[in-house]
């Protein structure tokens, strides 16, 4: 059974950083494409970011690009974001999502979720 585990979410003052994690059990993230995505209340689901199933490619909402980073460490079977210059607009809660298949759609095919992890900026 695939799992997903986000962590590092917090309160924090505009201009702040936080690093969050996500930790997947009943799979390896090796080899498969990972998405970070959030939804703020009353929004619909957002996506954020995203890492290729090689590692070597990455994908950014236009709205976090050049602040947020998203790696992987497939030793630790983890995904990480790390999300600097916070916004009060980056409120929301964050998920992280796997795919079934490896070869899927980077930017909207994912089969399994995380609970999220609430991230809210101050002004």
């Known amino acids: 059974q695939v799992q997903l585990e986000e962590s590092g979410g917090g309160l924090v003052q505009a201009g702040d950083s936080l690093r969050l994690s996500c930790a997947a059990s009943?799979?390896?993230?090796?080899?498969?494409?990972m998405g970070w995505f959030r939804q703020a209340p009353g929004k619909e689901r957002e996506f954020v970011a995203a890492t290729s199933w090689t590692g070597i490619r990455t994908y950014y909402a236009d709205s976090v690009k050049g602040r947020f980073t998203i790696s992987r460490d497939n030793a630790k079977n983890t995904v990480y974001l790390q999300m600097n210059s916070l916004k009060p607009e980056d409120t929301a809660v964050y998920s992280c999502?796997?795919?079934?298949?490896?070869?899927?759609?980077?930017?909207?095919?994912?089969?399994?979720w995380g609970q999220g992890t609430q991230v809210t900026v101050s002004s």
């Open positions: 999502a796997a795919p079934e298949k490896r070869f899927a759609d980077v930017f909207n095919e994912y089969d399994y």
């Open positions: 009943g799979c390896t993230v090796s080899g498969y494409n």
